[in-house]
């Protein structure tokens, strides 16, 4: 059974989270999980990066951390198996990647598809990779946002899960735009988590994403998606 075909009233899935830097995501999903009722709980947090912040904001609420850091590992193939046999210790039910910013192989993509989310910072699926509120203010676009979408091996390339959009405001810069995004990835992030772990929220065998018992759209968490389908 994947984790999206569990029955409703099941016990919170459990979840490892991915990152390489500031951790800020991991914040909001950690405060999500703390909540009554949330389906999920933060079993364990991995990054490649030593100097990561978010290693030390996972310390601070006893969630266990591991760095696995590329340049100790001969090839990504055994960074990646490093990886795992973490994730066989923690035994996660969903993989948070939240501000990874390493690109993932086809073999461990697999391992986990259906199963692997990602956030990014842009209305998928224009301004794929890095620099995106740079890449925004250049191309004079008037509304950004962010995604949520299942993990497949191509960048930013997975079935969309959900959105929310923030408009660009004419006196933006870069720092601007990106802190308004975040606060909208935020909101976003643990909503979406929260319909895969309910079983809301499915990945195909066809890569077409399935929506169950979708709520309306929530114009205060800035929560949008592709229109339901039943499952």
Known sequence: MSPSDA???????????????????LGALISASMASGYPC?????????ADAAGLQLAADYDIDAKVVERKD??????????IQTIFDDW?????CLAGYMRLLSGTFVARWMGSMINIHPSLLPSFTGLDTHQRVLA?????????VHFVTEGMDEGPLIAQAAVPV?????????????????HRLYPSALRLVAEGKVRITDSGTVLFR???EPDESAALYSHPVEDA
């Open 7 to 25: 029955p409703p009233n099941a016990k919170p899935k459990r979840v490892a989270v991915m990152i390489s830097g500031r951790g800020s995501n």
């Open 41 to 49: 709980r933060i079993v364990g947090v991995v990054s490649d990066n």
């Open 73 to 82: 590992h001969n090839s990504r193939e055994a960074h990646e198996d490093a």
């Open 91 to 95: 035994q996660p039910d969903i993989v």
């Open 139 to 147: 191309h004079q676009v008037t509304l950004h946002g962010c995604s």
């Open 169 to 185: 405001l004419p006196n933006d810069d870069a720092d601007r735009l990106a802190a308004r995004v975040l606060k909208a990835e």
């Open 213 to 215: 018992d979708f709520p």
